[in-house]
């Protein structure tokens, strides 16, 4: 498999856990925690209502929007942190184990 149907992978598995397609609540009891903490579940569901649609899924609807944009921002919050976190942290990696030129002609 090439590197590009991996990230196609990575997305799907994403919209399929956002509640794009389908209401999260149709999802197994054991996935549904896991799509609440995926940022793209609150980001669908703050743009529905922004549409005018607002009981797509049942408990999402049960929120009131001003909880639904601190929880968005909390969450999309934290998972920038994370990576810029991890990403920092790679890099310094990779530098120590000489995978990235200390020096360019750039």
């Known amino acids: 498999p ?10 799907g598995v994403f919209l399929l856990l ?4 389908y209401p999260t ?3 197994p ?6 799509a609440w903490l995926n940022p793209l579940t609150l980001w669908i569901e703050a743009s ?12 999402l609807a049960l929120a009131p929007t001003w909880l639904l944009i601190v929880l968005l ?9 994370l990576g ?13 184990l000489g995978k990235i030129d200390q020096t360019t002609n750039y």
Do not use: H, Y
């Open 2 to 11: 090439t590197r590009r149907s991996s990230d196609l992978g990575v997305g």
């Open 18 to 21: 956002c509640g794009v397609l």
């Open 25 to 27: 609540t149709k999802l």
């Open 29 to 34: 009891l054991w996935l549904q925690p896991v």
């Open 48 to 59: 529905r209502r922004a549409f005018g649609v607002v009981a797509f899924d049942t408990r």
């Open 73 to 81: 921002t909390l969450l999309t919050g934290a998972f920038v942190w």
């Open 84 to 96: 810029v976190r991890s990403f920092l942290g790679f890099e310094r990696l990779a530098k120590r």
